[in-house]
């Protein structure tokens, strides 16, 4: 049995209204990202210097939509997963086709990065409207890493950290 926690994030421009809902039996503590005030398949890690945490679909290419994020747990915590779905990615923008092809969904910190090729595109009359992947964390360290990441990407993007 898993649990399930919906974060909506929405822009900065629409008052960072976000929700939290948590669904289920049995809820054990999970820390959940809150505005703060005035804002895999496979996965691989690797070593970086990166200042702050970014989302990629295309190596160097920074995603400058924020994502709704729905996080499932086992209640063991030995495995989990995480649900972005973009709504209207900049990544679909003609000016950014000259970067190349969607790869993967890339997570960067200064820990490194995680990556998952699990990645699917919505279309409505033809045109991309979002995109939605699955991160897969096999383990409580990989938890552990994902969370220490979701701490740094909301402290770039203007989220605080709440326990839920």
């Known amino acids: 049995p898993l649990f399930t926690l919906i974060i909506h994030c929405y822009t900065p421009i629409m008052g960072l ?27 691989r890690f690797s070593t970086s210097l990166d200042a702050e945490a ?22 063991d915590g030995s495995s989990g997963t995480a649900t972005f779905n ?13 970067f190349g092809e969607i790869t993967g ?17 919505s279309f409505t009359n033809g045109k991309p409207q979002s995109i939605e ?17 979701m701490e740094r990407y909301g402290e770039a993007n203007g989220l605080g950290f709440n326990k839920a």
């Open 54 to 75: 970014q989302i990629q679909f295309v190596r160097g290419l920074q995603e400058k939509v924020v994502p709704d994020i729905k996080l499932t747990r086992a209640r």
């Open 133 to 149: 992947c699955l991160y897969v964390m096999n383990s409580p360290e990989e938890w552990d890493r994902f969370m220490r990441f």
């Open 105 to 121: 969904l890339f997570l960067i910190d200064d820990e490194g990065e995680m990556s998952t090729n699990d990645v699917n595109a």
């Open 86 to 98: 973009f709504n209207n990615p900049n990544v679909f923008d003609a000016s950014t086709a000259s």
């Open 17 to 43: 209204l976000r929700s939290i809902i948590v669904l289920g039996s049995a809820v054990s503590a999970v820390n959940a990202f809150a505005p703060s005030s005035p804002s895999i398949s496979s996965s």
